[in-house]
């Protein structure tokens, strides 16, 4: 069956330049995670949705990124004025349940490997 | 807060050879653990889980995990390594509360030599 999908699989920005990236969950999961990844690191989070509801986005690193779900299913991750600094594999997870169990394994896509220049 | 500690960053086998993978968390509570393996170029593969009970852990592709509370790890092992093996591991603790996000090591990456 298909998988979490994420596109594009790689993107080259110019430093100041905005960044789209999409995340097409596994169809049903309510629940979708963003993590970002930096050459070396493990992938650490930055937002969390159940449905269309974001309902955490802690660990967004500044205002000019920009997560949403309107419809409860496709996610866009949107960076703005992106920097060096952001380069890294942005990561999106689902999984079934709401949330508040932890026996709902999250399925990982492959990512997009963001390059600032 | 929640922080995992892998302190191994590369490790090395034969093909054949046993492996453990180390893992050290940090939780005030009682943690929730996994362990990823992640190839290149694909998603983050759950290989097994904690949450309670026993401590020894099965999981897929023939690997294993123990749970130890009082010296707080959770290592990772295999014993016999195939060359199909050869990728990054992540371990990772869950957090209790908020969005049940995923907090990672570092990571190990592990090379398999025939």
């Known amino acids: 069956g298909a998988g979490v999908s994420q596109s594009p699989r790689y993107k080259v920005a110019k430093r100041g330049q905005d960044v789209a990236l999409r995340c097409d969950p596994i169809s049903g999961h309510v629940s979708l995670f963003w993590y970002q990844q930096a050459l070396g690191q493990g992938p650490e989070f930055l937002t969390y949705f159940q449905n269309e509801a974001q309902l955490d986005k802690s660990g967004l690193p500044s205002d000019r990124f920009f997560a949403e779900r309107p419809e409860g299913s496709v996610s866009t991750l949107k960076i703005q004025r992106t920097q060096q600094e952001d380069s890294a594999v942005y990561l999106c997870?689902?999984?079934?349940?709401?949330?508040?169990?932890?026996?709902?394994?999250?399925?990982f896509g492959p990512g997009t490997r963001l390059t600032v220049t | 807060a929640q922080s995992v500690t892998q302190p191994d960053i590369h490790i090395t086998v034969s093909e054949g050879a046993s492996l453990e993978l180390r893992c050290n968390y940090s939780y005030g509570a009682t943690p929730y653990l996994f362990w990823y393996v992640q190839s290149p170029g694909q998603g983050l593969q759950l290989l097994l889980k904690?949450?309670?009970?026993?401590?020894l852990v099965q999981g897929i592709k023939g690997f294993e995990a123990e749970f130890k509370r009082s010296q707080s790890s959770f290592n990772l092992r295999k014993p016999s390594v195939h060359w199909s093996d050869a990728a990054e591991y992540f371990c990772?603790?869950?957090?209790?509360?908020?969005?049940?996000?995923?907090?990672f090591g570092t990571g190990t990456r592990l090379t398999v030599i025939p």
């Open positions: 904690y949450f309670s009970g026993d401590t």
């Open positions: 997870a689902s999984s079934l349940g709401q949330g508040a169990t932890w026996h709902d394994e999250q399925y």
């Open positions: 990772a603790v869950g957090a209790r509360t908020g969005a049940n996000n995923l907090f």
